[in-house]
């Protein structure tokens, strides 16, 4: 079992930056990755970008390559989306997700947090 809760979500301008946080709460010690879905009215959930337990691995969608950056800080059992030259293509509600095993993309992800809305104006 692992819970997720996200945070960091909010309203900004084109070309702003956001950080969006999620805290994993589990009482296993097996390695699981990471992901941040989104999901903008009217469009199917996409994975935007994943980690790997140790973070050396990462994945990311080609339309935020270059401008968003996932981490993981496993002391802190936390995880990060660093969004930067945001778009109002981007908006929509975030999904921290997690998964055990090792693949990043492609995996159908067991656990999901709530959903933090972003929404960048133009």
């Known amino acids: 079992q692992v819970e997720l809760v996200e945070s960091g979500g909010g309203l900004v301008q084109a070309g702003d930056s956001l950080r969006l946080s999620c805290v994993a709460s589990?009482?296993?010690?097996?390695?699981?990755?990471m992901g941040w879905f989104r999901q903008a009215p009217g469009k199917e959930r996409e994975l935007v970008a994943a980690?790997?337990?140790?973070?050396?691995?990462?994945y990311y969608a080609d339309s935020v390559k270059d401008r968003f950056t996932i981490s993981r800080h496993n002391t802190k059992n936390t995880m990060y989306l660093q969004m930067n030259s945001l778009k109002p293509e981007d908006t929509a509600v975030y999904y921290c997700?997690?998964?055990?095993?090792?693949?990043?993309?492609?995996?159908?992800?067991?656990?999901w947090g709530q959903g933090t809305q972003v929404t960048v104006s133009s």
């Open positions: 997700a997690a998964n055990w095993g090792a693949t990043l993309a492609g995996a159908n992800y067991y656990y």
């Open positions: 589990t009482r296993s010690s097996s390695p699981y990755v």
């Open positions: 980690v790997s337990w140790s973070g050396a691995r990462t």
